[in-house]
């Protein structure tokens, strides 16, 4: 199994970045795929999740209004697209995949399957 995130890097205050994660050695369908990320000395933050197989999506609180996370399932791919970046934004960024509904027990009690390495997003003030 593998979930390899990418997209990340430097980005000025008011920015915007598109992450990728792409999936492989699982049935892409059978899953909801997440995105969580964590700062340095900070606790990890759940942002939003998809399920796969009917779309349903759920957003967090930090990711309301300038988060869109998506997904293209010919490609086994999804995606977080984040505009107006903050500073408080940096943090490296995960993807997930796991088969729990797709809610905020998703986003806030997280117990995910598979979880990639991450991409860090640096938003320079």
């Known amino acids: 199994v593998q979930l390899v995130e990418s997209g990340g890097g430097l980005v000025r205050t008011g920015g915007s970045l598109r992450l990728s994660c792409v999936a492989s050695?699982?049935?892409?369908?059978?899953?909801?795929m997440g995105w969580f990320r964590q700062a340095p000395g900070e606790e990890l933050e759940g942002l939003s999740c998809?399920?796969?197989?009917?779309?349903?999506?759920y957003y967090g609180d930090s990711a309301k209004g300038r988060f869109t996370i998506s997904s293209d399932n010919a490609k086994n791919t999804v995606y977080l697209e984040m505009n107006s970046l903050r500073p408080e934004d940096t943090a490296n960024y995960y993807c997930?995949?796991?088969?729990?509904?797709?809610?905020?027990?998703?986003?806030?009690?997280?117990?995910?399957?598979?979880r990639g390495r991450g991409t860090q997003v640096t938003v320079s003030s």
């Open positions: 997930t995949a796991d088969p729990e509904p797709c809610n905020r027990w998703y986003i806030e009690d997280p117990s995910y399957d598979y």
């Open positions: 998809i399920s796969i197989i009917d779309g349903t999506i």
């Open positions: 050695g699982f049935t892409f369908d059978d899953y909801v």
